[in-house]
Structure formats: structure tokens, C-alpha cells
């Protein structure tokens, strides 16, 4: 296992469309994280996954927004009519937070372009 | 309250030189702070994490100085290196698992 793994690297989108992103994180990892971050700015917390419960969303995932993780495994991440404003990358983190881990591992991110 | 204030926005030093990254915090509910390294087009690497019990780490060129009862930390690199010039970001965890992160400082370590 190699880290933490995400699908599509780059997106261009039109407004309005569609789309869906993949995360396949680090095997023995039971937590998953979404973070969306903008230009000159830290990651801003999206939502996170116990194993397939999603257990917290953030105030920022919109009702366009959803993601799964079935059967505590790779999880998507949906944007539904899309606007410029979720122009951003993406990225996935997983952590083994039962086993004392407190650390993040990252993916290399999904970016986003809405045009 | 949940913030993380990060400062300097962005950092020069000399190789050799010591950059020091400042962040502050509000809240005490946060009980574990991590400092990431991220370079362009790469998700952010965790390089150094410290509990609020502890008031210095050291990790190879990387410390992280911690004050509980100013709610400050900060990160130090020794002996700076060019191939140290990234975007460094602290953060603090809270309520769980998730991370609130500070708005980042880039640095850049000149020849």
C-alpha cells in the first residue's frame, strides 16, 4: 500500500454539470477525511467517515455536496451542479484513530476547475 | 473559536538560517497540534505533531515549541535547507478528529 489514493488528479467541469471523486485510503486506516482547499489557504474540513458512518459534515457541504464510503473502503465525493465557486482541490485523508494515530495522511488531491 | 491564526504569511531565509512559523489558538478543547509540509501539487505531509503536555519536540531538524498557557506554538527548522522551501501549515484538533488548519506560510530557503 502505497498512501493515500485519488481519482480523478485534475477535473474540468462545466457549471452545472456533475461530478464524482474517488479516494482509496491507506488500507488499515478506519477514519477517511474530505478537505477542500483554495489558493493560498489551509484545508478546510468537509466531512469524515468512521469505517462507512459518516460522522460529522461540515457547515461548508452544501446539499450539493454528498459522499459515501461503502463498506468502509474507498469513498466518493459527488458535486452537483457544479458552480465556480467549488472551483478548488480536493483532497482525501485517512487516519488509524483508534490505534492512537493521530495522524493525517494525505492524498495528492483532486483539483477542480468549474468554467 | 476555532480558529488557528498562522503567522508569518510568508518567510526568506538563508540556507542554514532557523525560520520560525508562529500560530495561536482560541479554543482549549483542541488537545493535539500538528505542523504539515506542503509542496506545489502535493496534499500536505505531516512532519511534527505535539500534545498540549508537552512543551518542546524535537523531531530531527524540526521542533515544535509549545506555550499551553498563551495557547501559542511554533514550528523551528534547523539548519534550513533550499529543498525546505514549501508551504508549511499548523493546525489543532478538535472535538474528535477533525483538523482546523491555520492559513499557511510559505517558505523559501535561498542557496
Known sequence: DTGVSQDPRHKITKRGQNVTFRCDPISEHNRLYWYRQTLGQGPEFLTYFQNEAQLEKSRLLSDRFSAERPKGSFSTLEIQRTEQGDSAMYLCASSALDRGDYGYTFGSGTRLTVV | ?111
Open chain 2, 1 to 111: 473559536q476555532q480558529q488557528v491564526k498562522q503567522s508569518p504569511q510568508s518567510l526568506i531565509v538563508q540556507k542554514g538560517g532557523i525560520p520560525i512559523i508562529n500560530c495561536a489558538y482560541e479554543n482549549t478543547a483542541f488537545d493535539y497540534f500538528p505542523w504539515y509540509q506542503q509542496f506545489p501539487g502535493k496534499g500536505p505531509a505531516l512532519l511534527i505533531a505535539i500534545r498540549p503536555d508537552v512543551s518542546e519536540k524535537k523531531e530531527g531538524r524540526f521542533t515544535i515549541s509549545f506555550n499551553k498557557s498563551a495557547k501559542q506554538f511554533s514550528l523551528h527548522i534547523m539548519d534550513s535547507q533550499p529543498g525546505d522551501s514549501a508551504t508549511y501549515f499548523c493546525a489543532a484538533r478538535f472535538s474528535g478528529s477533525r483538523l482546523t488548519f491555520g492559513e499557511g506560510t510559505q517558505l523559501t530557503v535561498n542557496p
